[in-house]
């Protein structure tokens, strides 16, 4: 029985997912890199917990709901690009945990300049996202809809074509700031 991933694949040799002994290799990182800002910052921070089930083309993500706050891996990114994804997201998703902790996440933007300031403290290049070849690497085919402004045509997401739908939200071009019509099917 093939999973989901594998049948939007079927052309590409599929990545393995990163092995429980690089997860724990992962964890301890995600440790050490909490340890170092308490030295950085000259405070305590509790460990942050650490998931494996991040899919698509993100290769971390820092999460909170409610009181509770985790740290989401890609394990097949981590797979394909192990050490780079350990040195450059590790840091990157802990810095989002530490910019919550110190200034709360309401009060700021996620790349915002605390996390920018975080990021140096930590010694490391405050860069937003990855140029990964994300060829192997299982990702969702999402269903896009086609909208025409004056000057062009647009593909948006469910997401959106449901706040049109739903909502009456209105989009506008960022070329001609014509509004999006949906084009029939």
């Known amino acids: 029985m093939h999973?989901?991933?594998?049948?939007?694949?079927?052309?590409?040799v599929t990545i393995t997912p990163?092995?429980?002994?690089?997860?724990?290799q992962i964890v301890d990182a995600t440790n050490l890199c909490v340890s170092k800002a308490q030295t950085v910052f000259g405070r305590s921070f509790e460990p942050v917990p650490v998931f494996f089930d991040l899919k698509g083309k993100c290769a971390g993500m820092y999460q909170v709901r409610g009181q509770q706050r985790r740290i989401r891996y890609n394990p097949w990114i981590?797979?394909?690009?192990?050490?780079?994804?350990?040195?450059?997201t590790v840091t990157h998703e802990v810095c989002h945990y530490i910019v919550d902790r110190?200034?709360?996440?309401?009060?700021v933007k996620p790349?915002?300049?605390e996390w920018r300031k975080t990021m140096r403290a930590m010694g490391a290049e405050p860069l937003v996202t990855g140029n990964y070849d994300?060829?192997?690497i299982p990702v969702r085919q999402?269903?896009?809809y086609s909208y025409q402004c004056n000057c062009s045509t647009h593909q948006l997401t469910a997401l959106?074509?449901?706040?049109?739908?739903?909502?009456?939200v209105r989009y506008r071009c960022q070329q001609c700031h014509g509004f999006l019509q949906q084009v029939p099917e």
């Open 160 to 168: 959106r074509h449901r706040k049109i739908v739903q909502n009456g």
């Open 111 to 113: 790349h915002g300049a």
């Open 18 to 24: 990163v092995s429980v002994a690089q997860q724990a």
């Open 102 to 107: 110190i200034w709360g996440l309401a009060k």
């Open 134 to 136: 994300l060829s192997g």
């Open 78 to 88: 981590f797979a394909k690009f192990f050490q780079d994804s350990l040195n450059n």
């Open 142 to 144: 999402y269903t896009k």
């Open 3 to 12: 999973s989901l991933y594998t049948l939007l694949m079927p052309n590409h």
